[in-house]
């Protein structure tokens, strides 16, 4: 394979799965009710894979893919691959069916599990894929740990491009990768024991492959973009040259993607494969390194197109390193690609109708970065690039944007530059402020309240979109939101929770709801990725300078509070968590969009303040998922994450009690740089991770109020009194009784009222027994 006369070879690392119109998620939940067969289900499929050659083809990419497609998660699919089904799944012998991959991921349906639910086996656990909102199933791996070539997905996919007739690179996620991102589940099992077995495994699908005549397959390890040990590196070089030997007709593509290679560049470099795929967008700097000591006999494939965010490509910066690598690399043996796969971005343009025309001319989805591969791809090779009509195009685009009167705001700027070291703290230290809002809030000992949310019934998302196709109008909308309000505020009420919420039934995200309201960020229509399975979420763009127009929040949050004589906390996402789940700009450092966003919420905070919330909340559960892959990276990021923090929460009075809440993560090695956002209750999610977390405690004496997530509000288990009970008790070992909260670990909006409000009681209950214990304790001691 090489280029042909007239442009660089491309290919891709992948294209979204999930159709152009969210086609996957429909038929996989209406598959899931029992509303469609499985039939229907492999057809949508067919369909969503089908159209992606296509488009790969009519681009003109050189070499198109296939096992990039997933019913769920590739890693999920990996593991089904290679067999590594957890013993509880066991009870399903013979072949894994997709039935079988669903229930690992997500449980048993209601419907499936009868009365007995007591043997059900619990799902597998799920994370983020590196530092994307992706999340994969993370395998387990057990005691004698067995593998064995389990489906035959891949091969199938691959079959079926042929059929169509498309030779495509088959792309598998690679062995060391796939063990290193599992969990051991014993301690006794050595790594070089899984690497060991799993070996035979990826021989027997390279030779599969090669049988059924691939020529190239590309092996994603993205790992080697991390922090890895000496075992892991070393396990490259043991892999890498036993496939070899075991299938030397087959072409290895390697993939690194998401980050530098560094001290593991020499890894690369040195094991038997054919070519590398190369994160340009990401590890530019160390480029040059790489074509210095790059074998010219081997391919080397530029990630030139950001698979990561979405805008265009400056095709001049992209000729620039094409060039330069041209000096060093044959002209057959250099490939362009985007960064990674297009898992990460919306599908298409297309189905944006009411963008900005501006703002979208700067733009590109999958379907347009497939367009300009193949334009650059061209372009690398003419003489007169300049004068070409796409190209010139291009930078006029480029052009625009950089002076457009849309991104810039110089009094944004001007505020940020003039913040004082003083705008970043609290008037007085945590331990006065704590007597000052005990006098104000009146709260008990272990005050309960609830993270934010209330369940989003289906009647509030029908009216919500009647509100939004115009069927109802304002006023009727937010009679109907007001109503809402009362009636949870009544049940809190009643329920017996110290501090309230008004349920955030006008929000159908968290960033969305602010994303629409902030200067600087940009709604699309359409442009949904894949969360997990068949979640997705449409992240806002981040175009330009971010301020606030008018007040957010205060409507609903100063409503509520007129209900209650309880304090009722206003309820808003913090900057990084803006930032964290947005495209953002790449025009100016992530830090300084972050903390303009800080100054937009400032405000919101001020304001909230003003209208008589003595208490506000700013969540923050992206701020952990956050941090750089590489340790090395990590102070600077926490260090802008914090100021962001500040800036947004520094504003307020003594008086006024400012909560924060984080989840999804592993709070412990970074509990000192929570504690510097100085919020005065942190609420965290504990109920999985529960007892790390309470070690970290131990370790280090956390300063300010902190409440741990009793209930984990994931699993639709109502806990007893007795279990919350027990988890509080466990926090008191490491907390001392005047910091201890007590709520949820998350929002609960996906929960049913079915199971919130006996939990809420349950844990109220709970509470009040603890406390009656510290007073009966108390007045025996008096
Ligand atoms: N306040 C938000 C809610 O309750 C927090 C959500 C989150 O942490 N992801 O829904
Ligand atoms: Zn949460």
């Not at 966003?597 to 001020?606: G, N, P, Q, T």
Request: glycine share 4%.
């Amino acid at each position: 394979m090489s280029s042909s006369k007239n442009h660089l070879y491309t290919h891709i690392l992948g294209y979204p799965r999930i159709g152009s119109r969210r086609q996957l998620k429909f038929a996989l939940e209406s598959y899931w009710k029992g509303e469609s067969s499985l039939h229907d289900l492999i057809q949508a499929a067919e369909e969503i894979k089908k159209e992606a050659w296509e488009k790969q083809q009519k681009a003109q990419i050189s070499l198109l893919c296939s096992n990039d497609f997933s019913f769920y998660d590739h890693v999920l699919d990996t593991l089904c691959l290679v067999g590594a089904v957890p013993q509880r799944f066991k009870s399903h012998n013979g072949p894994i069916s997709l039935d079988l991959l669903f229930t690992m991921a997500r449980g048993m349906e209601k419907s499936r599990r009868g009365q007995d639910s007591s043997n059900i086996p619990h799902p597998m656990e799920m994370t983020k894929w590196f530092d994307t909102n992706y999340h994969y199933i993370v395998p387990e791996f057990e005691k004698d740990q067995h593998f064995s070539l389990s489906s035959s997905k891949p091969f199938e996919e691959f079959k079926q491009a042929k059929f169509l007739g498309f030779l495509t690179k088959p792309i598998l996620l690679g062995p060391i990768s796939f063990l290193f991102l599992g969990k051991k589940k014993d301690p006794s099992i050595k790594n070089a024991e899984l690497i060991a077995k799993i070996l035979p495994i990826y021989e027997e699908i390279l030779k599969e492959f090669y049988s059924l005549g691939a020529d190239w397959i590309e092996l994603d390890e993205p790992i080697l973009t991390l922090d890895i040990s000496t075992e892991w590196q070393k396990a490259f070089y043991e892999v890498y040259t036993k496939l070899k030997v075991a299938v030397p007709s087959l072409k290895i593509l390697l993939a690194t993607y998401f980050g530098a290679l560094k001290e593991n560049r020499e890894i690369v470099c040195s094991i038997p494969i054919d070519g590398l795929h190369y994160d340009c967008t990401r590890a530019g700097q160390e480029l040059q390194g790489l074509l210095q000591n790059w074998d010219k006999n081997r391919v080397l494939s530029l990630g030139i197109i950001d698979g990561r965010n979405v805008w265009k490509n400056d095709f001049s910066q992209s000729l620039k390193i094409i060039h330069h690598a041209l000096e060093f690399i044959p002209v057959e043996r250099l490939w362009l690609a985007p960064s990674c796969s297009l898992l990460f971005v919306p599908v298409s343009l297309k189905e944006e109708k009411q963008l900005n025309g501006e703002i979208k001319s700067w733009l590109a989805f999958a379907d347009e970065k497939i367009e300009e591969l193949a334009t650059i791809a061209r372009l690398a090779l003419e003489e007169n690039y300049q004068n070409d009509e796409q190209y010139k195009e291009n930078q006029r685009a480029i052009q625009q944007r950089k002076t457009s009167g849309l991104i810039r705001d110089q009094s944004v700027q001007q505020r940020l530059a003039a913040l004082k070291e003083k705008d970043l703290s609290r008037k007085n230290p945590y331990r006065i402020r704590k007597e000052i809002q005990a006098k104000k809030l009146g709260l008990p000992l272990f005050p309960t309240t609830t993270i934010g949310s209330f369940p989003q019934t289906a009647e509030i998302r029908k009216m919500r979109s009647r509100f939004r196709l115009g069927h109802i109008t304002e006023e009727q909308y937010d009679a109907f939101i007001q109503e809402e309000i009362k009636k949870v505020v009544r049940l809190q009420e009643e329920i017996g929770l110290d501090v309230l919420v008004h349920g955030e039934f006008e929000r159908t995200d968290m960033v969305e709801y602010f994303g629409e309201k902030l200067k600087g960020f940009l709604i699309t229509e359409n442009g949904w990725v894949q969360s997990y399975g068949s979640r997705c979420v449409k992240p806002p763009i981040i175009y330009g300078d971010v301020s606030r127009q008018q007040p957010m929040t205060i409507k609903w949050s100063k409503f509520a509070q007129s209900l209650s004589s309880k304090p009722m906390k206003g309820m808003l996402t913090g900057p990084v968590t803006l930032l964290q789940w947005s495209f953002v700009r790449d025009d100016q450092p992530r830090k300084i969009t972050a903390k303009q966003i800080a100054l937009a919420i400032r405000d919101e905070v001020k304001d909230l303040e003003q209208n008589g919330l003595g208490v506000i909340q700013i969540d923050e559960p992206a701020l952990r998922e956050g941090l750089p892959l590489r340790k090395i990276d990590w102070n600077d990021y926490l260090e802008w994450a914090i100021e962001s923090f500040r800036i947004a929460s520094s504003c307020v009075e003594d008086s006024t009690q400012i909560h924060t809440h984080m989840c999804y993560s592993e709070f412990g090695d970074i509990i000192e740089a929570i504690a510097k956002l100085d919020a005065d209750v942190i609420s965290l999610e504990a109920s999985r991770s529960g007892l790390e977390l309470i070690d970290s405690f131990a370790r280090f004496r956390y300063p300010n109020d902190i409440g741990l997530g009793v209930w984990d509000i994931h699993s639709p288990r109502i806990p007893t009194v007795n279990e919350i009970l027990d988890t509080l008790k466990k926090a008191l070992s490491v907390l001392p009784k005047e910091a201890l909260w007590v709520n949820p670990d998350c929002g609960l909006k996906t929960r049913s009222y079915e199971e919130v409000i006996p939990s809420l009681r349950n844990m109220v209950e709970a509470a009040h027994l603890l406390r009656k214990e510290f007073e009966a304790a108390a007045t025996v001691n008096s």
